[in-house]
């Protein structure tokens, strides 16, 4: 099982409440399939997890900044991935659509 947060950060974005709620994310694959935990202390209770955003966001300086934004849903799942922290609530992630960027490909054109 690979750790997608070894180095980089993750984050889930979604409605709750009619405002945007946005939080760290621990994000593993789990077999064929992500697995996203979340810290239940920081989990609203009214969250409902149809419509969220996943970012996977890496590099430490601007020339190698990259990122993956996932749109998709979270399914509550009951037990952990294995060797995951049980301290968490975790979900599988169900992607709907995706874009990737990595800012040093990308190129300034000039009108001439």
């Known amino acids: 099982m690979a750790d997608l947060e070894r180095r980089g950060r993750a984050a ?6 009619g405002r945007v709620e946005v939080l760290p994310a621990r994000v593993v694959r789990n077999g064929d399939d992500l697995a996203v935990g979340l810290r239940a202390r920081f989990v609203p209770a009214d969250a409902v997890f ?8 890496d590099g430490t300086f601007w020339f190698e900044l990259r990122a993956v934004n996932q749109r998709g849903r979270l399914d509550p799942i009951t037990t952990p991935p294995p ?30």
Not at 12 to 17: I, L
Not at 87 to 109: G, I, K, M, N, V
């Open 12 to 17: 889930v974005a979604f409605a709750c409440a």
């Open 50 to 57: 149809d419509r969220i955003t996943l970012i996977l966001d």
């Open 83 to 112: 060797g995951m922290s049980e301290q968490l609530r975790w979900f599988a992630f169900h992607p709907t659509r995706a874009s990737a960027w990595d800012y040093s490909t990308l190129h300034e054109e000039h009108d001439e």
